[in-house]
């Protein structure tokens, strides 16, 4: 292994590192916007039907 | 037929304004080929090199300006309705409008493209290139543009909005007319991005309006 | 006139189905996703890109996700534009966040794929730039959505501006290509199918079926939180005037 | 008194009917089941409160919008052609261009609606819009740019004038005028909707519209 194979592997290892570490980031964004978003109008819209049922 | 006549005549009286379209078109396109080697750099090498690009994303950009008046004004002072209540389908109307915004702002920028791009030290010889170009490309930007002024009806910030919806569409006609000038500007054949422009130009012309006209009814609904 | 696909005109009938159907496909997603990355990354180093191929895993899917999005987004605008159904057109408004995001992904580990052969961080490869010029359209879209305030011109709106977006791109796509060739010839990425070897392959295939789980799952989810969104708004309006 | 040839347009629009009507606006149902029935020779005057719906029923008639149900018939004449070249839409906003000359949006609008050539002289006479021919629009007071606005329906005679409060802005002399208009529209076969807060210089049923139960 020479130094620069190191340097080589070493150097890759940051860009994968990073694009899987990015992608992650994302997809985990996406998940908990989409989830949060749907939690939080599933809410409002039941609140909002049990007022009016109950009026 | 006289009633297209007269839409063609008060459309592009409209869009001339007094003279004022036009100004407000080729003034923003002086400004931005002024702004560019004050930028870059006067060194003529650096800027020959860039200058038929420069001068033909400028035009792109200053064919942007008077879009968004093309149909916003009639859209809020009621004409758009009594356009639309008419035997002449909208379609024709809408094309009729990007045609008069091409005739009042596009030719004009047209003139002013040779100049600019000599002005930045593109070669002479490239100034009928370019101003076959513009008078193409600015068919094309009038009618892609018109189909983003429409959808932009009844939005906050219409102007913006338009570029935003704009920009991407630009792409293909800003690569033919860019790659036709610079293949002209190595001494390679140019005919190909032209004909390609021409293309994209008669595509916008043919398909442009059927969206506009969709775009307004939806507006108006 | 073309009766509508069921669960289209019945937004309850929706709501049951993507129960059940959303966290099947995150499973599908899971499942898929670790089984690709494992055979991925136990697959030997490319002769050439060297440890980086690995990137390729991550790349390509999000890549097609971005094109595969917009052809979703383009279809629901179709069936909102032609039988005006509500949940066409939240379908499409769901999908074109995840569509920017899967874009926004593709450009980032493209650009972090091609850094270590190219030495700079953009590529102006066909491929990339074409990539990009998406993004832009999901920006549109996504922007156009946000500045109209009723919501029925803001369906009718977005849905043409989604279909002229789709008539455009495969133009898009060959002015770039056509661009390409006028400029410089190579490109970064050869990962195009046969020319890959096999063990490469596979993985690629599971990834990319588990990137389209997980738009699944996440595009259900979301148009769910539309209709709860709709219903939310509804009720609030009948509470108003009551 | 303003001549208006009568029955030329006879095979355009012979009748307006409404069947069970229901217009929304902006997600908000503003009224249903609305039905009217207008002959050639009627008028009607359509009263309700600000945001009842006047206008934009006035606008699906004419088929901006579409409405939410019910259907709206032309006596036979097809929906499509009844609209293009069968009514006039008065609505709020005029249309006119402050920096053109009276002249020249009243040449315009009256070859864009298909009036004869002698069309727009006659709009100026029964208009009393001689004196303001050369001026911008701009220059004009609300009530002559009403009464240009109004011009546009006679220069090309259409049987189903739509008005959305169209008198508001003239004056009380002004209002009896065009009520002699009106009437000549009547006699002629014609047929008037008006939109209105006060009442119509002439004789007319009227159609009150309620906020939707």
């Not at chain 1, 070493?10 to 994302?26: C, D, E, L």
């Not at chain 3, 390729?56 to 383009?74: D, E, K, N, Q, R």
């Not at chain 4, 309700?48 to 006047?54: E, T």
């Not at chain 4, 009403?146 to 739509?162: K, N, Q, S, T, V």
Request: net charge positive; proline share 5%; hydrophobic share 55%.
């Amino acid at each position: 292994m020479t130094h620069l194979d190191i340097l080589h592997v070493g150097k890759y290892a940051t860009f994968i590192g990073a694009a899987y570490g990015i992608s992650v980031m994302v997809f985990a964004g996406m998940v908990w916007t989409t989830l949060a978003k749907a939690r939080r109008w599933r809410k409002r819209a039941q609140a909002l039907d049990a007022a009016l049922t109950g009026r | 037929m006289s009633r297209i006549s007269a839409l063609l005549a008060r459309e592009t009286a409209l869009a001339w304004g007094r003279g004022g379209g036009p100004l407000v078109s080729v003034g923003f396109y002086a400004g931005v080929a002024t702004l560019l080697p004050l930028a870059i750099g006067p060194e003529a090498q650096r800027l020959a090199a860039i200058a038929p690009g420069a001068a033909w994303v400028a035009l792109a950009l200053a064919s942007l300006l008077s879009l968004d008046r093309l149909f916003e004004r009639d859209f809020e002072d009621g004409a758009l309705d009594l356009l639309t209540l008419s035997s002449t389908p909208l379609e024709l109307t809408c094309a009729i409008k990007c045609l008069s915004q091409w005739l009042a702002t596009g030719a004009p920028l047209a003139l002013a493209a040779p100049i600019a791009a000599i002005g930045l030290g593109a070669p002479p010889a490239l100034a009928p290139l370019i101003f076959a170009c513009a008078l193409v490309g600015g068919l094309a930007f009038a009618f892609t543009g018109g189909i983003g002024a429409a959808l932009s009806l009844g939005a906050r910030r219409g102007g913006l909005l338009t570029a935003v919806i704009v920009l991407p569409l630009f792409v293909p006609p800003v690569i033919f007319g860019g790659g036709a000038l610079d293949a002209f500007a190595s001494g390679l054949g140019w005919t190909a991005g032209f004909a390609l422009l021409c293309a994209y130009a008669a595509a916008a012309v043919a398909l442009g309006p059927l969206a506009m006209a969709a775009a307004c009814r939806n507006a108006l609904a | 006139m073309i009766p509508a696909p069921a669960f289209l005109s019945n937004p309850e009938r929706f709501m049951a189905f993507s129960r059940w159907a959303a966290p099947m496909f995150g499973l599908i997603a899971a499942i898929l996703g670790l089984a690709g990355l494992y055979l991925g990354f136990s697959a030997p180093d490319d002769y050439q890109q060297g440890a980086t191929v690995r990137i390729m895993f991550i790349h390509v899917p999000a890549a097609w996700l971005s094109m595969f999005v917009y052809g979703c987004l383009a279809v629901a605008s179709l069936l909102s534009l032609i039988f005006r159904h509500a949940l066409a057109d939240a379908a499409a408004q769901a999908a074109a966040p995840l569509g920017a995001g899967f874009t926004f992904l593709a450009l980032v580990t493209g650009s972090l794929w091609g850094r270590p052969m190219w030495g700079t961080w953009w590529v102006w490869d066909a491929r990339l730039t074409s990539v990009l010029v998406l993004f832009l359209f999901y920006l549109a879209y996504i922007a156009l959505r946000a500045a109209l305030d009723d919501e029925a011109k803001a369906a009718r709106a977005c849905a043409i501006l989604a279909l002229v977006g789709a008539v455009n791109l495969p133009v898009v796509h060959y002015s770039v290509v056509w661009w390409n060739s006028l400029h410089q010839g190579a490109s970064v990425f050869r990962a195009d199918g046969p020319a890959m070897p096999p063990v490469f392959l596979i993985p690629l295939l599971l990834m990319s079926l588990a990137y389209m789980a997980a738009f699944g799952a996440l595009w259900l989810v979301s148009i769910r939180g539309e209709v709860w969104r709709r219903r939310a708004e509804a009720a609030a309006l009948r509470a108003a005037r009551s | 008194m303003l001549k208006l040839r009568p029955g030329r347009w006879a095979g355009v629009i012979t009748a307006l009917q409404l069947r069970g009507v229901a217009v929304s606006r902006g997600g908000r149902r503003l009224f249903s089941g609305l039905d009217l029935d207008l002959a050639p020779g009627e008028v009607c005057a359509l009263t309700g409160a600000n945001g009842a719906g006047k206008t934009s029923l006035l606008r699906t008639i004419a088929g901006l919008s579409a409405p939410d149900m019910g259907d709206i018939g032309f006596g036979g004449a097809d929906p499509g052609d009844a609209r293009q070249g069968g009514l006039h839409l008065l609505g709020h906003l005029d249309g006119l261009k402050a920096a053109r000359t009276t002249r020249e949006e009243l040449t315009f609008w009256s070859r864009w609606g298909g009036a004869a050539s002698d069309g727009a002289d006659q709009a100026v006479t029964a208009l009393a819009l001689g004196g303001l021919l050369d001026l911008e629009v701009r220059r004009l007071s609300a009530g002559q740019r009403r009464r240009l606005a109004l011009a546009r329906l006679l220069a090309a005679p259409r049987p189903l004038w739509l008005l959305d409060e169209p008198l508001s802005p003239l004056d009380a002399a002004w209002r009896a005028r065009f009520g002699a208009v009106m009437q000549a529209h009547l006699a002629g076969g014609g047929m008037i909707l008006a939109a209105v807060h006060d009442p119509l210089p002439i004789p007319a049923r009227s159609l009150a519209l309620e906020a939707a139960a």
